[in-house]
Structure formats: structure tokens, C-alpha cells
């Protein structure tokens, strides 16, 4: 699509309906409304992008990447959208004040029930030591530094909460192609299972060749890790994994209007076996461009 588009409240509440209805994925328009109108800039300058699961039931979210620093925990306060005592805003709120205004703020938004997600982009990578460090960090993911380092992960670019969730996230910049020993150590993080021979193949195949992003999801309550994942950032045109048949209707139902169309994909990995696969799907507002910005380590066009 031409890099002309503008964002449309109008054209993107349609293409939500359309996309969430293909995926059977609660639907409101009134919430969506509510946050177009708390967020209006955001979405006008920032980066926008549609993400689903191949779980069932899971809903779709879309998501702006912004280019600002920008205060949208207090946007979501004052429009309603999230409660002022809610445990993980002291956290989001330091971790976005670590580095100041080389911070920017990200969210993610349900399209049946509004706020889902805040992230922050850390400005660079970051020390996993000073990421965790930051002064409303419980001590129960700070123990977790020590098997951070032992397994290399040791630079953050961004992180997060998910509200619904009450966990955290840290992405880690991994620094070479991974290999088989690594994600069965990886995934021990959160004592899953590793991937059989299959899955294994299209994680190595399209996850960079110097290092990929994972990331780590934390309980607030005890800090025990929930899952682990693998991310391959901006597919090959044309080509995907195996995605199964939720998330190629996806792919082929959620339009993008952007300038250059991005695919990507993750891997989850929980306890014992309760694996999916995430996926994202430009939408507007240059994402490449953005990622590419940000140094993230993205799969080459091929």
C-alpha cells in the first residue's frame, strides 16, 4: 500500500469488525471508539498493527507503536480505560521512567474490551541488571538475573505488562542463530517442553541467523515464569510457518494499509506442554521502518 494512508477511525473501525468477525473474536465498537478517542494522536502518528493467537477463544488485539514519549498510562486513567489502583502501573511507570524521554510507550487494546497491554521501548538495549533494577521491581524477578546471564540474556529492549494477565515481560536481544540445545534451555525457563522436529525447523529457518528477540512473561504475584518466547519479526514476503488455520485466516482477513506489509510470528512455550503461536500483521504508520529503527533483529526479506 502507499505510505500515504493516514489513519482513518472510520476505515480502521470497519477493518476491526471485519477482521474480528473472520476470526469469531468479540467485538465492540463502543470500546473501540473509546479508546480511538483517548488515544487520537497515538494512533495518527504511531505505528499500528492487528495481533491474534491460534487459540480459539484467544481475541483480537491491535496495538500502536509510538514514536513519542508519550504518557498513555495516564491517557488510559483519565479516559476510564484502566483503574488508578491497578498493581501494574507503579511497575510499567518505572520502567518507563528508567531512561527518560528516551522511553516511548506502547499499547495494546482487546477489540472486545479495551486496554490489554502496556509496553515500553527501553530507548536501546538495555542492561538486564538496570532493567531490573528500576525501583518498583519486585524482588521475585530480580532473582531470576542470575539464569538470565547464565544463559546469555543479558540486553532488554523492551518490556511490559498485560493487565488481564497481571504479568510481566521482558525482551531479551538474543546474539547468535539459535540451535536446538539453546531453546531446550530457553524453554526450561518456564519447564516446557521443546519443540519437536517440525516446529524446531521453522523457528531456525525463520528467526535471524545473529540473534533473535525472546521474552520472558513473569507473574506479578510470585515472579515465577509463565512461558517463554521466540520471535521471528518481519517474514519473507509470501512465506509463512506453520501457522495453522486460525491465523492463516489472519494473515489473508486483516488488512494492511501500511507501506511495506510486515509478518510476524512467535513461539510460546508454558509449562508442561501449553504451547501457541502469536501472530502480528502490519496494519499502518511505517512498522518496518520503526523496528528497523529500533535495531530489532528482523528476518531478511527473501
Known amino acids: 500500500m502507499a505510505a500515504s494512508f493516514q489513519f482513518s477511525p472510520e476505515q480502521f473501525l470497519s477493518d476491526l469488525k471485519t477482521t474480528a468477525d473472520a476470526l469469531g473474536a468479540p467485538y465492540s465498537e463502543s470500546v473501540a471508539r473509546a479508546v480511538l478517542d483517548a488515544y487520537s494522536d497515538c494512533f495518527r502518528s504511531g505505528a499500528v498493527l492487528w495481533r491474534a493467537t491460534d487459540r480459539a477463544d484467544d481475541p483480537l488485539n491491535y496495538r500502536f507503536y509510538e514514536r513519542r514519549h508519550t504518557d498513555t498510562v495516564g491517557a488510559a486513567v483519565r ?4 483503574r488508578a489502583d491497578n498493581p501494574l502501573i507503579g511497575l510499567i511507570s518505572s520502567w518507563s521512567a528508567l ?3 528516551e522511553s516511548t510507550e506502547l499499547v495494546d487494546f482487546d477489540a472486545g474490551r479495551g486496554i490489554a497491554k502496556t509496553w515500553v521501548f527501553l530507548g536501546g538495549m538495555r542492561p538486564v541488571g538496570e532493567v531490573l533494577g528500576a525501583p518498583a521491581v519486585p524482588e521475585a524477578f530480580r532473582r531470576h538475573e542470575p539464569r538470565f546471564r547464565a544463559l546469555g540474556l543479558t540486553s532488554v529492549r523492551h518490556v511490559a505488562v498485560d493487565y488481564p494477565g497481571n504479568t ?3 525482551y531479551f536481544r ?3 542463530r539459535i540451535t536446538r540445545d539453546d531453546a531446550e534451555r530457553l524453554i526450561s ?3 516446557g517442553k521443546p519443540p519437536g522436529p517440525s516446529l524446531f525447523t521453522d523457528m531456525r529457518t525463520f528467526t535471524p541467523p545473529d ?5 520472558v512473561t513473569m507473574g506479578l504475584a510470585d515472579g515465577e515464569i509463565q512461558r517463554v518466547g521466540f520471535y521471528a519479526l518481519r ?6 510457518p506453520a501457522v495453522g ?3 492463516t485466516s489472519f494473515f489473508r482477513t486483516s488488512p494492511s494499509r501500511d507501506d511495506e506489509e510486515t509478518n510476524i510470528v512467535a513461539w510460546s512455550f508454558g509449562r508442561g506442554g501449553e504451547n501457541y503461536i502469536k501472530a502480528e500483521h502490519s496494519y499502518c504508520g511505517g512498522l518496518s521502518g520503526l523496528m528497523k529503527s529500533w535495531r530489532s533483529p528482523m528476518t531478511a526479506a527473501r
Open 79 to 82: 479516559a476510564g480505560l484502566l
Open 99 to 101: 531512561y527518560g524521554a
Open 168 to 170: 510481566a515481560n521482558l
Open 174 to 176: 538474543t546474539s547468535h
Open 189 to 191: 525457563l518456564a519447564h
Open 211 to 215: 540473534g533473535y528477540t525472546f521474552s
Open 235 to 240: 517474514l519473507p514476503a509470501g512465506r509463512l
Open 245 to 247: 488455520e486460525r491465523l
